[in-house]
């Protein structure tokens, strides 16, 4: 048997990988982190959330759900690239919800286009830095939305004017602050009242937030620290092979050569595909499909735009700009505005043409 080089064998299945030694080195990996018991706890699937809607389960809507143990959960539409969405999305929800961002697990939304679209967009997609602008009213217009209901189950239980009771913390107290019930114990009641539509739900006054406009910490930064959190590189299924794949180096390019049967000749590498501007060394195990691709010594026909330099694209768009554009918005008279100011700078910022794209896997959440 050829010996196996280090990068191959903790490729394979059986070998140690790099979450199995974080998991399993508390001794020399285990220290304490200030707060670290206030991370927010993740669930990972649908199965999860239908666990928690039981009797009683307060869902007043498709972002939140509030079964009688208290649990509180965020049904995230967005998905979490590292750009720190799981965070300032639950805030938003927690802010007007009236609980801690402790207190909230986090469930990725199913796709339903009609609960969970990115306004901007118009689909369910996460991108055009649009995460915030599409859901800053819709969750605290959920959070206010259980808040109210929440408040109003207590204030009937009690035969108080709701407008008499406050919430803080997942826990709603009466006027003198004697009297107290917990989201969890309020959850049943809550759930058997009319939903009132989110737009006639009042919304806080920015002066008294408390969560949004703060310096929060990431809820995702322990999890990735322990090692607990899974990327799409982690899944492991019956069977399942990886690829490394190779890409034309110009917009447009095409691969010229491949050397095919030296590609397939390094164990395990499987199959090699061919799709014009890219090329993917299908195999076993990661580092034998990398081995692959570096074997098949792809050389590329770099197609039409062979001498577009970055010169040329800076240039086409110069061009563009003095074009009349598309007039997203109109707010004032712009042009009065910069004729009549004091001072006036003008100023041309430039960047490389770059790949809009992640450094590593997209993160999902462990059960």
């Not at 720190?84 to 909230?104: C, F, H, K, N, P």
């Not at 949004?212 to 990327?231: C, E, N, P, Q, Y």
């Not at 694209?313 to 003095?322: E, G, P, R």
Request: proline letters at 5%; one cysteine or more; glycine letters at 8%.
């Amino acid at each position: 048997m050829d010996k196996l080089t280090l990068a191959e064998r903790m490729s394979d299945e059986t070998a140690m990988s790099r979450r199995a030694f974080l998991q399993g080195t508390g001794l020399l990996l285990g220290f304490a982190m200030t707060g670290a018991s206030a991370e927010p706890v993740f669930a990972a699937s649908a199965s999860q959330v239908v666990e928690h809607e039981v009797t009683g389960t307060f869902a007043p809507n498709g972002f939140i759900r509030i079964d009688p143990t208290g649990a509180v959960i965020l049904v995230m539409p967005m998905v979490e690239m590292g750009q720190g969405v799981y965070t300032s999305l639950t805030m938003l929800l927690a802010e007007e919800l009236e609980v801690r961002l402790d207190q909230i697990q986090v469930q990725h939304a199913p796709p339903n286009h009609a609960l969970y679209a990115n306004s901007i967009i118009g689909i369910q997609n996460t991108g055009g830095s649009a995460s915030i602008r599409a859901f800053w009213t819709p969750l605290r217009q959920a959070g206010a939305v259980g808040r109210n209901l929440l408040i109003a189950a207590a204030a009937k239980r009690w035969n108080v004017d709701p407008a008499t009771c406050r919430a803080r913390d997942g826990v709603v107290f009466d006027s003198t602050g004697s009297k107290h019930l917990s989201y969890g114990e309020l959850a049943d009641a809550a759930a058997k009242l009319p939903v009132p539509p989110a737009a006639n739900v009042k919304l806080k006054d920015p002066k008294d937030f408390h969560l949004i406009g703060t310096r929060a910490k990431r809820v995702d930064s322990a999890m990735k620290v322990d090692g607990r959190a899974l990327f799409g590189i982690d899944t492991r299924l019956p069977g399942m092979k990886v690829a490394a794949v190779a890409i034309s180096p110009v917009l447009g390019g095409k691969a010229r050569t491949i050397v095919e049967k030296a590609a397939l000749a390094v164990r395990g590498v499987r199959q090699v595909v061919n799709v014009d501007e890219a090329v993917a060394v299908v195999a076993d195990h990661m580092a034998a499909a990398k081995k692959g691709l570096e074997a098949a010594a792809i050389t590329w026909d770099d197609g039409p735009n062979s001498k577009v330099s970055s010169a040329d694209i800076v240039k086409q768009l110069a061009q563009q700009s003095h074009k009349p554009g598309a007039v997203a918005r109109n707010v004032g008279d712009a042009g009065k505005a910069l004729t009549e100011a004091a001072q006036r700078v003008d100023a041309v910022y430039q960047v490389p043409f770059l790949a809009h794209a992640a450094m590593e896997p997209f993160i999902y959440w462990p059960s």
